[in-house]
């Protein structure tokens, strides 16, 4: 065949281009739709039909306990879900009928029966009526009894005779160190570096107000200067319960704020001679524990604290996670997992997470081995946002879920200066999770009420959960 010259070639190839954009212009016009979907406001592409939310992109997977593999936080906000207008009102409905349920329940437990104080007559009440409610919903709960060492505090003040001071009601801070002793008693303030008087506190009870820094800076710092023991009164209204973390080298107490400005008024008046007592005596506590039994190996706790500080209802804190705990309870009753689906109600969470550390001290190495994960669920109630945190292999499913549901959920390194019942579990090398709410500014205070409860992030820590324990099929106790 003959080669054609270039300039014929380039006739053919003009002529040819010329025809085919001829053909796709003719196209376009008949079919009468742009070539490329518009573009949005936000920058994404408008559709007729409704896309699925694009997957959230989660940590790396790692496997390790939550101290080490808890993220950074990062938001899931609400986004348009991929399922059919029929499954999104199906999954909505659900959602509030777990809100309802767990609301009724939180009704009973903080207005019904008050305050939960840790190993008093109080907790045992709110174990009974946990017993009964899992009777109701068909199991066969169990009433795990241990015995705690409990401290109770008291204060006597010798001022001149006609000065009236009223009774004073005083808790000791815990990992207070147990003993009696007196002195005269001394203002020092926050109890910060300028606030210890110059001539030090040498043989004196130290009063310290709460508030800018710790329990702990603050004991320390009246130790060092001499002090044979600290008062430290509120700096809001009411009383409350605190930690050292560590013990202490001297009694501590906490008083109300009422208590304190009394104090303070009296000493501007005259020398006030105070005695501090801290006892150690033995309490039973308890916990509750009630079991879906599975049709496979391994077992998944799902817990929460039942008890409360003193004279505090404690709506958030925790009524609000042991009314979830009951309502997924009622939820899932009689429906088959592969694992057993273990519901734990814990005593005595307050005064050092003695419920869940009792449980878990006395299992065997093989019984501990069975569980392969522990979801914990404390002050879920209060606030606009879920938060979770644990293993990057739990907190990730969760946060997948979300992203698909539309639900806000923040992966958090965990409450600030606090810990729960999770940690118990996760000193032993089980994988946990730890779902939580973003305010926790009532908690320990008159001000946990009803009034501070959001059912909507009830609904969704309910939710969240199911989809969880169903995710869990294989029980994979590692990255996956």
């Known amino acids: 065949m003959r080669r054609m010259t270039g300039k014929y070639l380039y006739i053919l190839v003009g002529l040819a281009l010329a025809w085919l954009l001829a053909i796709g212009c003719a196209a376009g016009s008949a079919s009468g739709t742009p070539t490329s979907p518009e573009i949005t406001a936000n920058g994404t592409p408008e559709s007729t039909t409704q896309a699925a939310a694009p997957p959230a992109t989660s940590p790396a997977p790692d496997g390790g306990n939550a101290a080490a593999s808890a993220s950074p936080q990062r938001e899931?906000?609400?986004?348009?879900?991929?399922?059919?207008?029929?499954?999104?009102?199906?999954a909505s409905e659900k959602r509030d009928s777990l809100a309802d349920s767990s609301l009724a329940y939180i009704r009973e437990l903080a207005e019904g029966l008050g305050a939960r104080e840790s190993a008093t007559e109080q907790e045992l009440k709110a174990a009974?009526?946990?017993?009964?409610?899992?009777?109701?919903?068909?199991?066969?709960?169990?009433?795990?009894?241990?015995?705690?060492?409990?401290?109770?505090?008291?204060?006597?003040?010798?001022?001149?005779?006609?000065?009236?001071?009223?009774?004073?009601?005083?808790?000791?801070l815990g990992g207070s160190t147990a003993g009696?002793?007196?002195?005269?008693?001394?203002?020092?303030?926050?109890?910060?570096?300028?606030?210890?008087?110059?001539?030090?506190?040498n043989g004196k009870v130290?009063?310290?107000?709460?508030?800018?820094?710790?329990?702990?800076?603050?004991?320390?710092?009246?130790?060092?200067?001499?002090?044979?023991?600290?008062?430290?009164?509120?700096?809001?209204?009411?009383?409350?319960?605190?930690?050292?973390?560590?013990?202490?080298?001297?009694?501590?107490?906490?008083?109300?704020?009422?208590?304190?400005n009394r104090l303070r008024k009296l000493m501007a008046e005259t020398t006030v001679e105070m005695t501090v007592s801290v006892e150690e005596t033995a309490e039973l506590s308890r916990n509750v524990i009630a079991e879906l039994p599975g049709t496979g190996e391994g077992v998944v706790v799902v817990g929460a604290h039942c008890d409360t500080v003193p004279d505090v209802i404690g709506a958030n804190d925790n009524a609000s996670g042991t009314?979830?705990?009951?309502?997924?309870?009622?939820?899932?009753?009689?429906?088959?997992?592969?694992?057993?689906?273990?519901?734990?109600?814990?005593?005595?969470?307050?005064?050092?997470?003695?419920?869940?550390r009792h449980y878990v001290d006395a299992l065997s190495g093989e019984e501990l081995n069975e569980i392969k994960a522990m979801v914990n669920l404390d002050v879920v109630g209060s606030g606009e946002d879920l938060r979770v945190t644990g293993d990057r292999w739990l907190t990730n499913r969760v946060s997948e879920a979300a992203a698909r549901d539309g639900t806000a959920v923040?992966?958090?390194?965990?409450?600030?200066?606090?810990?729960?019942?999770?940690?118990?579990?996760?000193?032993?090398?089980?994988?946990?999770?730890?779902?939580?709410?973003?305010?926790?500014?009532?908690?320990?205070?008159?001000?946990?009420?009803?009034?501070?409860?959001?059912?909507?992030?009830?609904?969704?820590?309910?939710?969240?959960?199911?989809?969880?324990?169903?995710?869990?099929?294989?029980?994979?106790?590692?990255?996956?």
Request: hydrophobic share 40%; no cysteine.
């Open 323 to 356: 009314g979830v705990l009951l309502t997924l309870a009622g939820d899932l009753a009689g429906r088959p997992f592969p694992f057993t689906l273990r519901f734990m109600a814990f005593g005595s969470e307050e005064t050092g997470l003695n419920g869940s």
């Open 180 to 201: 009696e002793v007196s002195g005269a008693l001394v203002f020092a303030g926050l109890a910060g570096a300028g606030d210890v008087p110059y001539e030090g506190l």
């Open 128 to 172: 009974e009526y946990l017993m009964a409610r899992f009777t109701e919903l068909g199991y066969s709960p169990e009433l795990q009894e241990f015995e705690q060492k409990s401290q109770t505090a008291s204060l006597a003040i010798n001022v001149p005779e006609g000065i009236e001071v009223g009774e004073i009601r005083a808790s000791p």
């Open 206 to 260: 130290a009063l310290v107000e709460r508030g800018e820094t710790t329990f702990r800076s603050k004991v320390d710092r009246v130790t060092a200067a001499g002090a044979v023991a600290a008062v430290v009164f509120n700096n809001r209204p009411g009383g409350f319960r605190g930690t050292l973390g560590e013990g202490s080298k001297i009694p501590v107490l906490a008083i109300p704020q009422e208590a304190g």
């Open 76 to 90: 899931f906000t609400r986004a348009t879900p991929a399922a059919p207008p029929i499954a999104i009102a199906a």
């Open 410 to 480: 923040t992966v958090s390194r965990g409450l600030r200066g606090g810990s729960s019942d999770h940690a118990s579990f996760r000193d032993a090398w089980v994988p946990v999770i730890f779902f939580h709410a973003d305010d926790t500014s009532r908690i320990h205070t008159p001000d946990d009420t009803m009034e501070s409860i959001n059912p909507s992030l009830l609904g969704d820590t309910a939710s969240l959960v199911l989809d969880l324990l169903e995710s869990l099929d294989d029980l994979r106790a590692g990255p996956g």
